[in-house]
T-cell receptor
Framework: GQNIDQPTEMTATEGAIVQINCTYQ??????LFWYQQHAGEAPTFLSY????GLEEKGRFSSFLSRSKGYSYLLLKELQMKDSASYLC???????????FGKGTTLSVSS | EAGVVQSPRYKIIEKKQPVAFWCNPI?????LYWYRQNLGQGPELLIR????????DSQLPKDRFSAERLKGVDSTLKIQPAELGDSAVYLC???????????????FGPGTRLTVL
């Protein structure tokens, strides 16, 4: 089976940097996704890591270490609109299915 | 390009009643997923279609849930009869064929929020 752990809630202030961690136990996976989900809305794709290391996309970066069973999402220059739930998801080895963590609710205040 | 469309957005029913959800995926997306998302949880897969074939329905409670994807485009998910514990958001997602997307990511619809009283 697979087990994915994320902090339930985090808070931060505008302009700050926040790191959302995701640890997992799995027998194997293809890649790791991060999705953003605003309350009452659809999850939207943020990033994908298949190799170890850092993937940077504007204000958002994601890191993966397969040996440590660990990923993080780094959000820079936080804005109020970044208040949302951030979901870590493992992609099955066949690349056909996603197993999601419970998500981390981030609250950004001014 | 239109995204994944779902209807209705909200549904309130009494227990033991039937309910159906509809999903129209992004045009050309062969793979379609139905997920259930409980409050404060991540989405959990119910069923995956490749074109019109249900290739993974291992997590679908088949005693009361059914799904179909006629002609490999639109899909419906049905619950009959509904139970209190079925209250959740039902998300539909689609994806291009394997290896055809930039990151192979899934594109989600806005979901149907079901409340069973």
């Amino acid at each position: 089976g697979q087990n994915i752990d994320q902090p339930t809630e985090m808070t931060a202030t505008e302009g700050a940097i926040v790191q959302i961690n995701c640890t997992y136990q799995t027998s194997g996976f293809n890649g790791l996704f991060w999705y953003q989900q605003h309350a009452g809305e659809a999850p939207t794709f943020l990033s994908y890591n298949v190799l170890d290391g850092l993937e940077e996309k504007g204000r958002f970066s994601s890191f993966l270490s397969r040996s440590k069973g660990y990923s993080y999402l780094l959000l820079k220059e936080l804005q109020m609109k970044d208040s949302a739930s951030y979901l870590c998801a493992l992609e099955s080895q066949a690349g056909t299915a996603l197993i999601f963590g419970k998500g981390t609710t981030l609250s950004v205040s001014s | 390009e239109a995204g994944v469309v779902q209807s209705p957005r909200y549904k309130i029913i009494e227990k033991k009643q039937p309910v159906a959800f509809w999903c129209n995926p992004i045009s050309g997306h062969n793979t379609l997923y139905w997920y259930r998302q409980n409050l404060g949880q991540g989405p959990e897969l119910l069923i995956r279609y490749e074109n019109e074939e249900a290739v993974d329905d291992s997590q679908l409670p088949k005693d009361r849930f059914s799904a179909e994807r006629l002609k490999g485009v639109d899909s419906t998910l049905k619950i009959q009869p509904a139970e209190l514990g079925d209250s959740a958001v039902y998300l539909c997602a689609s994806r291009p064929g394997q290896g055809l997307g930039s990151y192979n990511e899934q594109f989600f619809g806005p979901g149907t929020r079901l409340t069973v009283l």
